[in-house]
């Protein structure tokens, strides 16, 4: 199921400068991370897609502490 977006021009607009805001941000972090880190995006519905949904954009963090051996 795919999810349904809004009709209205201006939220359609609004919802596409929020996606680019979102990559920016997430780009500038990854810039940031240790090499082979990247985050990672979940998309999921909301009653199957027919009101909407969302992504949610995560970070595994393998180790927050190293320790010398």
Do not use: C, Y
């Not at 972090?29 to 995560?58: P, T």
């Amino acid at each position: 199921m795919q999810q349904i977006k809004a009709r209205s021009d201006k939220a359609s607009s609004v919802f596409t400068l929020l996606e680019e805001l979102q990559q920016r941000f997430v780009s500038g972090l990854e810039a940031n991370l240790e090499q082979g880190s990247k985050f990672e995006k979940l998309s999921w519905l909301r009653d199957e897609g027919s009101h909407g949904g969302g992504a949610v954009i995560s970070l595994a963090i393998k180790s927050i502490l190293t320790v010398p051996a």
